[in-house]
């Protein structure tokens, strides 16, 4: 008797208490490593205004998380923002160029991947508790090549 009620009041929750931060954790460190990994993809592809190709290959490259379709479906969204350096102030600023996507005229200084509104939903979903809302998860790299090559005028799109 003692045995089933020690299991029951401590054993069970602590256990259960384990295995939801670590699915947790594993979550967490997968956006992150999701963020970067664009950002990474970002600067040696070239740019396009919208970030359209980042997005498209991030789409397809989803962790493997419980909730990846959320990316697809959900409330997860991706965003793609390049930036510029003035050349007055020399601070960073939204890039812009008239010479057209992937084109080795409109190269910009940073990318900035942002993963926003991604919601942590685990087995405890099934017992009614509400989805963990994580935080915004973003990384900032100065761009490479953009994915021009140096020898000709092609860019990877």
């Known amino acids: 008797m003692e045995f089933v009620l020690a299991y029951s009041a401590i ?21 992150v490593d999701f963020s970067r990994d664009g950002a990474r993809y ?21 962790p493997l998380t419980f909730d990846r379709d959320q990316f697809a479906q959900g ?4 965003e793609i923002t390049f930036m510029g350096r003035n050349a007055e102030t020399g601070a960073l600023e939204e890039f812009s160029c008239d010479g057209g996507d992937c084109s080795r ?3 910009p200084d940073t990318v900035r991947v942002r993963i926003r509104g991604y919601e942590f939903r685990s087995f ?12 915004e998860f973003q990384t900032t790299l100065a761009m490479e090549s ?8 092609e860019c990877l799109p």
């Open 11 to 31: 054993i069970l929750p602590v256990t259960s208490m384990i295995v939801f931060t670590a699915q947790m954790l594993w979550a967490w460190h997968s956006m």
């Open 42 to 62: 970002a600067t040696t592809h070239c740019w396009q205004s919208g970030g359209e190709n980042t997005v498209s290959w991030m789409r397809q490259n989803v």
């Open 75 to 78: 409330p997860a969204e991706i």
């Open 105 to 107: 005229a409109c190269q």
């Open 124 to 135: 405890v979903s099934y017992l009614g508790m509400p989805p963990i809302v994580m935080p």
């Open 146 to 153: 953009g994915g021009c090559n140096p020898e000709s005028e």
